[in-house]
């Protein structure tokens, strides 16, 4: 893994640790056990959302903490559970956002969680030491969430460092995100398939006709292109499955092997 002038590995892995913390935070909430952040924490606030679906419940997504002895503020977001939701769809449909356009799924979640990253990140004083963190749905949660504490001069100043990340918006948004969220890392295995989706674009051919009926279909999507945002920090790492590829600890061994 090459890592690029001013990214922090050593904040990565603080970022990835928690990660692991808020994907333990929603075991024992399946469970029904209690939960408490390991280490050298304050916890600020808990990060909550209920999923699309008849007979989804309001689920643990993350939380904001505060390093006790650094200062630094991280809003973490764990994944989904399973890899079915990023396999069932080549593309995905977008909602309006302030700086573009925005996946619709993503914006769902991050936005039942928006008020709380911001109290969490308001209460420890903002500044430019909040770091913003994710794998997988929640790497996507975190673009959404760093464009909320710029946009919102909250934490003008914030960082991300996320990990196996899908495209979150347009164009426009991705444009926009590079502007204003200079500090940004994504963190990314090149075996990875969940970091290819959704598609950049659904268009099959350059001379933009549909040839076939599935190509009409596509046609119709033709306006939800979607591009990554931030520095890639890449490494291929093929350990001989998706969920394999994908897993936490890939992207840790990774980071310590850098």
């Known amino acids: 893994m090459y890592l690029p002038p001013g990214f922090d590995r ?28 390991q280490g ?54 977008q909602v309006a956002h302030p700086w573009g356009q925005a996946e619709a799924g993503f914006s769902l979640l991050y936005a039942q969680c928006s008020s709380d990253v911001r109290a969490g990140v308001q209460q420890a004083g903002g500044g430019p030491n909040v770091f913003v963190t994710g794998h997988s749905l929640g790497a996507g949660m975190a673009v959404l969430a760093a464009a909320d504490l710029v946009n919102s001069g909250v934490a003008p100043g914030c960082m991300m460092y996320r990990l196996a990340g899908p495209r979150v918006g347009d164009l426009a948004f ?70 394999a590829n994908h897993a936490m600890q890939v992207y840790i061994d990774a980071l310590n092997a850098s």
């Open 10 to 37: 050593a904040i990565a892995l603080e970022a990835a640790a928690l990660v692991n913390q808020a994907y333990d935070q929603f075991q024992h909430s399946k469970q029904g056990t209690p939960w408490a952040l």
């Open 40 to 93: 050298n924490y304050d916890l600020l606030r808990l990060l909550s959302a209920k999923p699309e679906g008849a007979f989804t419940k309001l689920e643990p997504f993350g939380f904001v903490a505060r390093n006790k002895t650094s200062g630094n503020v991280f809003v973490t977001f764990r994944g989904t559970d399973s890899l079915d939701d990023w396999l069932s769809d080549l593309t995905f449909p």
């Open 174 to 243: 991705a444009a926009q995100f590079n502007r204003r969220v200079p500090a940004a890392w994504r963190i990314v295995n090149t075996e990875d398939i969940v970091t290819t989706v959704p598609l950049a674009t659904p268009t099959l051919f350059s001379d933009d006709k549909p040839h076939t009926a599935f190509g009409i279909v596509l046609m119709l999507a033709r306006k939800v292109d979607f591009e990554h945002v931030g520095t890639p920090v890449s490494f291929a790492t093929h350990k001989g499955s998706i969920p």
